[in-house]
């Protein structure tokens, strides 16, 4: 199944929870957590997306190769002004996807267009 959503004007947290449920299938009538949902999602406009001026401030993203003193951290500005503003949608969603082999699964059928 093919869904469309715009992202003009819309909350960056309440858009990555539809697109989330989406992706997991959780809207459809044959919901299973174990398959993986036959669903492609396409997201337009998604740097018209409103993000607050604080967030973009404060929230950081945090990183850690696993070897000593190897912490990395960035402002989601940062992340904007490198990546754009559907980088940031992208991890807002697969943190909200679940943390298993399916993630990756589900985050491939997601598709963010500027």
């Known amino acids: 199944m093919k869904y469309t959503l715009d992202a003009t004007n819309k909350r960056m947290g309440r858009l ?12 459809r009538t044959d919901f299973s957590k174990n398959q993986k949902p036959d669903v492609e999602l396409l ?3 998604a740097s018209k997306m409103s993000i607050d001026g ?9 990183s850690h190769s696993g070897y000593p003193g190897a ?13 754009g503003q559907k980088e940031v949608l992208r991890r807002a969603v697969m943190g909200m996807l679940p ?4 993630r990756a699964v ?9």
């Open 16 to 27: 990555a929870t539809e697109i989330a449920v989406i992706l997991m299938g959780k809207d």
């Open 43 to 45: 997201v337009e406009n």
């Open 54 to 62: 604080k967030k973009l401030r404060d929230k950081s993203y945090v």
């Open 71 to 83: 912490l990395k951290t960035s402002s989601m500005q940062q992340v904007v002004d490198a990546k």
């Open 99 to 102: 943390k298993n082999k399916l």
């Open 106 to 114: 589900m985050i491939k059928n997601l598709t963010i267009n500027d």
